[in-house]
């Protein structure tokens, strides 16, 4: 509360500032107040996207799925995909981890579960033709989730891509087993339902000039990823097969096995999904990283999986060069030792000058992907090469945005959605329509320390159960039912968002709060003791002084 | 012109009430300080004083009524005594977290029961802790002016203050008393300016509800204010002697200065002490008095200066705490701890439930002092039947007694 830091800021006695008759009921004797506030909970924080995630729990509590549904969609029109494949940072947020020794709330579980059930739900089809027509360049999550919301926003999407069908690393990159092809399909038609055209086979480059697109189009959202392979410095290098490649031809079922033992270099997720897919293709894999576990970039719940699917990890593993031995290859490997932390905070690999030879039939390089920036004219990239953009995604050229990996390099699914947002955004704004976004989530964060936990019920965290299949590549878990998901909702605390769970209402020592679909406070007799601030669960309410609320 | 008449410690109390210009006066009757109620209940009614008497069913309303008038900007006077000063303790807090200078005379006397309505420190000092300022009078005009100087310390730190003076030596016994001229008193105390004006037309309620986070610096504001009255005391009580003629002080020394032997005293039993002292110097004893006026705040820097270095200090105290002491001599003891001068404090305890405390007393407290050689918490004087001395020492404590075994 401000102004009341120092005790010469203090008044000499508590004297309200007014009241609202000269029979001074209780509400007079209040110097503070409590408010009824919309705060930011940790897990939304930590959500690349910003989803207001207890407020479509709390729709889900009252079983509105569609209203649900459409607090999601304000910021990521992906719930199915996402709910399966993102790392979940919000869980990593979610207060309950910190304040108490429970598991964080599954929220990417739940998450799937409404993509699932919303998955006929058809997009609203825009109500308004702006009669603006936009260009997309890659049809993967940041160009679907940009030609989503500039549909929505009423203008005419087109999106080209070099591939024969639509979905880019959804559908090529990440293996079935971890996001059916049917899921990606899903949301493809519907992007079409609502009026989004997909050209294929067509490359920016060769089939498509950028300058043409800028010409035909009002804008022009570019987000062709990040695929070209990165040297990865070991010597016989054309040995090794492109791990990324070997996803794709695996998703087309293209794919076959060099041989019984096969290793994977690097400890990224795609390094992850290569082995998987290797072993479940029936290899035996090794996986060799030049750091350990502690410094791998991997997500931890796929390195668990990997290891459950019989995946070997050779630490602290560098190889330098890589032979042909008849049908083998022959690797040389030395052995690492952690020195110093480099710029990214992990601890550096330093060689030890120690060597020894490994014999696999096999060897996928999966050490990082590089984005191809060559369609680009020079004016638009900085000296590195790099394109050069604001944090929406703009070039120079205010026709001419980009984003996801093409941006970023390798980044998850979710950073490419929010990629294809802010720049449909922005996009929509250089349109003239910028006052049409819903605001940013406030600053204002719940602590761990802020949350009240005594009344949450407790139970196991719902996970989502593995699937019971004969078939490796059909996928590995199933959705939550209903039940789960509303047991689960039960130990949200709701951090920062009013769900009417009553607990105010319940303690308000003077009947001072009072009920009207919700919480509303009866400023005649509260006496701003603030017991309802620390009884709420979530700390959706907050005490204010009563000068900054109230007229002097 | 100052008049001087003779008149009793209560009808003095009620002239300092009336020469402050109260306002409000609300005061519920009890011996022995019902006269102050008669006559400050006559002095409105006749148009003498221009107040406001409001009459009240207790003693919790009457202090719940000057809280009132004091914070509508009023100068608000109550008088009460024992059971009643208990009474009001409740309200006595709310003046000082209100902050409102409202000015109280205690005529001290025994708590019951027994029944007693006899000279005893006891009342007043239990209400130690409430954050009141407190003045002792000896005489019937300080009755009268400390209600004056009290005011102009208390409307200056937004804190009340109370003046004690002993059930019936000074309530109910006549003095000469200079009656001072009002237009000089009211050059001494200008008019109350109150912290905060109450205005009907802007309804605002005055100390509310105060979380955790902020009640800890509204109480270190009374702390600051009350270390501030000390030094205010001091400049009133010398504006007092330049205005009204006669000079106060918190502490007051008489033959002090080569003292080896100091008897410490408040209220009216001071003045046989004082004459303890002038006999026992005829004697060739090194003997003097420090009378203690001011008791909150409490005047711990001058108390040191004043006892620093003496051979033997005995405290004498109308009043005990059980389990404890004195409770003069324990602020004495707490003022004086670590002191590198700090005399040997004894403890005398005297005139309990309104018992006589003579001059005699004094010498047989002085008797005492000067062969014991180890100081003690409390030596009770006069208990029927023991020399002076501590709790006796063939007292027998008599075991804890056995629990009944359950068969």
């Known amino acids: ?552 | 012109m100052p008049e001087r008449l003779l008149l009793t410690g209560n009808h003095a109390a009620a002239y300092g009430a009336m020469l402050a210009r109260s306002e409000v006066i609300s005061a519920y009757p009890i011996t022995p300080q019902t006269m102050i109620v008669e006559l400050l209940s006559e002095l409105t009614a006749s148009g003498r004083l221009d107040a406001k008497f409001i009459t009240v069913e207790s003693e919790h309303s009457a202090m719940a009524a000057c809280v009132g008038a004091s914070a509508a900007g009023a100068r608000a006077y109550t008088a009460t005594s024992g059971q009643g000063l208990a009474l009001m303790h409740e309200m006595l807090h709310w003046a000082v977290g209100a902050r409102l200078p409202i000015v109280l005379t205690n005529v001290s006397r025994a708590m019951a029961p027994g029944w007693s309505i006899w000279s005893d420190q006891s009342d007043i000092l239990s209400q130690r802790d409430v954050g009141w300022m407190m003045l002792f009078a000896e005489s019937v005009q300080e009755a009268q002016d400390f209600i004056i100087w009290m005011y102009r310390v208390a409307e200056q730190v937004f804190l009340p203050g109370m003046v004690g003076m002993d059930a019936f030596i000074l309530s109910h016994t006549a003095e000469p008393l200079i009656v001072h001229d009002q237009e000089a008193v009211d050059e001494y105390l200008p008019g109350f300016q109150p912290l905060y004006d109450l205005d009907p037309e802007q309804p605002r309620a005055y100390g509310g509800l105060v979380n955790r986070d902020h009640y800890f610096e509204l109480r270190y504001k009374v702390y600051e204010n009350m270390e501030r009255a000390g030094q205010l005391l001091i400049d009133a009580g010398e504006e007092f002697g330049e205005v009204l003629g006669h000079k106060y002080t918190p502490l007051e020394g008489f033959m002090l200065d080569d003292a080896d032997y100091v008897l410490v005293s408040a209220g009216a039993m001071t003045s046989n002490v004082r004459q303890a002292v002038r006999d026992l110097r005829e004697k060739g004893i090194k003997a003097g008095l420090l009378r203690v006026i001011a008791f909150r705040p409490f005047p711990v820097k001058q108390i040191r200066q004043k006892l620093g270095g003496r051979k033997k200090v005995a405290v004498l105290d109308r009043n005990m705490s059980a389990g404890h002491s004195g409770i003069f001599a324990e602020e004495i003891r707490s003022a004086l701890l670590g002191r590198p001068d700090a005399p040997p404090v004894y403890g005398y305890v005297v005139g309990i439930g309104g018992r006589d405390v003579r001059v005699e007393t004094a010498h047989e407290v002085m008797n005492d002092l000067l062969v014991r050689d180890e100081p003690e918490m409390s030596l009770f004087v006069g208990v029927k039947g023991l020399p002076i001395g501590p709790l006796r020492s063939d007292y027998e404590i008599r075991p804890l007694e056995p629990l009944e075994v359950m068969r």
Not at chain 1, 113 to 122: F, R, S
Not at chain 1, 396 to 407: F, H, I, N, Q, S
Not at chain 1, 427 to 441: F, N, Q
Request: negative net charge; aromatic residues 6%.
């Open chain 1, 1 to 552: 509360m401000s102004g009341l830091d120092h005790v010469d800021n203090y008044p000499e006695i508590p004297v309200s500032l007014a009241a609202t008759s000269t029979v001074l009921k209780t509400g007079a004797w209040r110097s503070v107040r409590p408010v009824i506030r919309i705060r930011t909970a940790p897990c939304s924080a930590y959500c690349p996207a910003g989803i207001s995630i207890p407020e479509y729990f709390d729709h889900l509590k009252e079983e509105k799925l569609d209203e649900a549904h459409s607090v999601f969609m304000e910021r990521n029109p992906f719930p199915r995909i996402t709910g399966r494949v993102c790392p979940h940072l919000c869980e990593q947020g979610c207060n309950l981890a910190v304040a108490t020794d429970e598991k964080p709330l599954s929220i990417r579980s739940i998450e799937r579960w409404l993509g699932d059930q919303t998955a006929d739900l058809p997009h609203p089809y825009p109500t308004e033709e702006t009669g603006k027509q936009v260009a997309v360049v890659g049809a993967g999550p940041a160009g679907m989730a940009a030609a989503y919301y500039l549909r929505r926003s009423g203008h005419k999407v087109t999106v080209f891509d070099r591939r024969e069908s639509a979905g880019g690393i959804l559908r090529y990159g990440i293996p079935e087993y971890r996001l059916p092809t049917a899921v990606v399909e899903n949301e493809i038609e519907k992007l079409e339902d609502m009026g989004v055209e997909f050209r294929m086979r067509l490359a920016l480059g060769t089939d498509l000039k950028l300058e043409d697109l800028e010409a035909a189009y009002a804008a022009v959202f570019v987000a062709t990823g990040a695929t070209g392979q990165r040297s990865t410095g070991i010597e016989g290098e054309s040995l090794l097969e492109p791990g990324l490649a070997f996803l794709e031809a695996a998703n087309r079922n293209l794919a076959s096995l060099p041989g019984e033992r096969c290793a994977v270099i690097g400890g990224g997720n795609t390094a992850m999904d290569v082995a998987r897919m290797l072993q479940r293709m029936g290899a035996k894999v090794t996986v060799l990283y030049r750091r350990t576990l502690a410094e791998m970039p991997a997500i931890e719940e796929e390195y668990e999986r990997a290891l459950e699917d019989g995946v070997d990890f050779n630490w602290l593993t560098q190889p330098r060069k890589v032979t042909k031995l008849g049908d083998k290859l022959l690797v040389t490997v030395e052995q690492m030792r952690l020195g110093t932390p480099d710029e990214s905070g992990r601890r550096r690999p330093e060689p030890t000058g120690i060597t020894r030879e490994l014999r696999f039939d096999g060897v996928f390089s999966a050490t990082g992907e590089k984005a191809d920036t060559a369609p680009f004219p020079d004016r638009l990239r900085d000296s590195h090469g790099w394109l050069d953009l604001d944090g929406d995604g703009a070039t120079k050229d205010p026709l001419v945005y980009a984003g996801g990996d093409l941006a970023t390099g390798p980044a998850t699914v979710i950073e490419a959605v929010v990629a294809g947002r802010n720049a449909a955004r922005a996009i929509d704004a250089e349109l003239g329509y910028a006052d049409r976004w819903p605001a940013e989530p406030p600053a204002d964060t719940v602590s761990p320390a802020e949350v009240n936990v005594t009344y949450m019920p407790h139970h196991d965290r719902a996970e989502d159960p593995p699937a019971v299949t004969a078939d490796p590549f059909a996928e590995e878990t199933n959705t939550l039912t209903a039940a789960d998901v509303l047991g689960e909702i039960d130990r949200c605390l709701s951090c920062g968002y009013c769900n009417t769970c009553g607990t105010c209402f319940v303690f308000c020592p003077d009947g001072a709060i009072l009920w009207d679909n919700g919480p509303r406070i009866d400023h005649e007799f509260c006496k701003g003791c603030g017991i309802c601030v620390n009884e709420c669960p979530g700390h959706a309410m907050v005490l204010v002084n009563e000068r900054e609320v109230s007229h002097a």
